[in-house]
């Protein structure tokens, strides 16, 4: 079935530019979804179909893709942005639709 | 607004079953697809299980299949998760998520807060 590699653990300093990618196989072709998670809280959806932004989420969360990875993009990073991150896409493939990546660590310095 | 509730997790014996729900508030299920996903402690999201907005097209992941079945009772507004030969590797907290399409192809824009189930060995 289809995989979703996504980097364990990504640091940065406040006030700086956090980038998470995803990477797959023709991701090109698929919708990318990304996941904040807080711990001990359920996922909040921050970016869908590669670049939009749900109504509530700052517009400092943002998203991009090219070649054969997504990428989430949070800028002006703050302690509060500090959670796992988790990029989706639904794949057509009757058998396993859904896939999610291994989901990231972002901590912030 | 939107709201989900999930119920029935707990503790129980490796090869028993147990079946959660999911209450749903401030839509209209029927519309919707929804999905089953868990999350084994300190691991990554899985995806389990959707169903259309009417409940004519599962699918599942195979981890579960043949063992879990997703339903609905669009009447009631509730999504049910029946877990059969449980065993410790389905030890997790299980989410639902409304899809945002009505045949679960799009994203999860609404999670309800979780239940656990823990299965003993």
């Known amino acids: 079935s289809y995989v979703l590699t996504q980097p364990p653990s990504v640091s940065v300093a406040p006030g700086k530019t956090a980038r998470i990618t995803c990477g797959g196989f023709?991701?090109?072709?698929?919708?990318v979804h990304w996941y904040q998670q807080k711990p001990g809280q359920a996922p909040v959806l921050v970016v869908y179909?590669?670049?939009d932004r749900p109504s509530g989420i700052p517009e400092r969360f943002s998203g991009s893709k090219s070649g054969n990875a997504a990428t989430l993009i949070i800028s002006r990073v703050d302690a509060g942005d500090e959670a796992d991150y988790h990029c989706?896409?639904?794949?057509?493939?009757?058998?396993?639709?859904?896939?999610f990546g291994g989901g990231t660590r972002l901590t912030v310095l | 607004q939107v709201q989900l509730v999930e119920s029935g997790g707990g503790v129980v014996e490796s090869g028993m079953s147990l079946r959660l729900s999911c209450a749903a508030s401030?839509?209209?299920?029927?519309?919707?697809?929804m999905h089953w996903v868990r999350q084994a402690p300190g691991k990554g999201l899985e995806w389990v299980a959707v169903?259309?907005?009417?409940?004519?097209?599962?699918y599942y992941a195979g981890s579960v299949k043949g063992r879990f079945t997703i339903s609905r009772d669009n009447s009631k507004n509730v999504l049910y998760l029946q877990m059969n030969s449980l065993t410790a590797d389905d030890t997790s907290t299980y989410f639902c998520?409304?899809?945002?399409?009505?045949?679960?192809?799009?994203?999860?824009?609404?999670w309800g807060q979780g239940t656990l189930v823990t299965v003993s060995s």
């Open positions: 023709n991701i090109g072709g698929y919708n």
């Open positions: 401030g839509f209209k299920l029927r519309h919707y697809g």
């Open positions: 989706q896409v639904w794949t057509r493939n009757g058998d396993h639709p859904v896939v």
């Open positions: 169903s259309w907005y009417d409940g004519s097209k599962t």
């Open positions: 998520a409304k899809d945002s399409h009505g045949d679960g192809s799009g994203r999860m824009d609404s």
């Open positions: 179909d590669d670049t």
